[in-house]
T-cell receptor
Framework: NAGVTQTPKFQVLKTGQSMTLQCAQDMNHEYMSWYRQDPGMGLRLIHYSVGAGITDQGEVPNGYNVSRSTTEDFPLRLLSAAPSQTSVYFC??????????FGQGTRLTVV | AQSVAQPEDQVNVAEGNPLTVKCTYSVSGNPYLFWYVQYPNRGLQFLLKYITGDNLVKGSYGFEAEFNKSQTSFHLKKPSALVSDSALYFCAVRYGGSQGNLIFGKGTKLSVKP
């Protein structure tokens, strides 16, 4: 039982490039979400999904896209990377009514 | 607007002394409250939660938290701090009607000195 797995752990992008951050969970949780962590700002919700085929925007969705074709996977796409997207990204999954399980994070630098 | 406040950026404690990390919240409906800990270059780990019931909640690694509805607070406590408790602590709330979305405080860095 691996929990929540994120790949890659580190990534450097040039401004304007696109990429996908992968997130997979093996706990059969319906709810999954993406957060970004910036110094002094805590974690802010980017997008979330309450089940396969259902996604919605969080607090800071601009510049990001998500899809949820299966219960297990919830990839986050950066459409055209900007330096303001330099951050640490965390994926989380929740069994309704319980605590969130977080992945180990992806540290992204956009130059 | 929903919000969580952690008024201290950093808390310094001597090993063996009690520690408190403060959290207050403002949400509509009944809150689900959580504490998470983050060690350097790691993800967030769950410590404890308050959903309903006793106001004093016990969690992992000897931590506990007290829910105070009138003061809208959920302070994290430990009777005797360890050097290994040094980490970044986040308070979070899931507000009524939310499927699972969490609002996080900005985090408090706990430093425990020998």
């Amino acid at each position: 039982n691996a929990g929540v797995t994120q790949t890659p752990k580190f990534q450097v992008l040039k401004t304007g490039q696109s990429m996908t951050l992968q997130c997979a969970q093996d706990m059969n949780h319906e709810y999954m979400s993406w957060y970004r962590q910036d110094p002094g700002m805590g974690l802010r919700l980017i997008h979330y999904s309450v089940g396969a085929g259902i996604t919605d925007q969080g607090e800071v969705p601009n510049g990001y896209n998500v899809s949820r074709s299966t219960t297990e996977d919830f990839p986050l796409r950066l459409l055209s990377a900007a330096p303001s997207q330099t951050s640490v990204y965390f994926c989380a999954s929740i069994k309704w009514g319980n605590e969130a399980f977080f992945g180990q994070g992806t540290r992204l630098t956009v130059v | 607007a929903q919000s969580v406040a952690q008024p201290e950026d950093q808390v310094n404690v001597a090993e063996g002394n009690p520690l408190t990390v403060k959290c207050t919240y403002s949400v509509s409906g009944n809150p689900y409250l959580f504490w998470y800990v983050q060690y350097p270059n790691r993800g967030l780990q769950f410590l404890l939660k308050y959903i309903t019931g006793d106001n004093l909640v016990k969690g992992s690694y000897g931590f506990e938290a007290e829910f105070n509805k009138s003061q809208t607070s959920f302070h994290l406590k430990k009777p005797s701090a360890l050097v290994s408790d040094s980490a970044l602590y986040f308070c979070a709330v899931r507000y009524g009607g939310s499927q699972g979305n969490l609002i996080f405080g900005k985090g408090t860095k706990l430093s425990v000195k020998p």
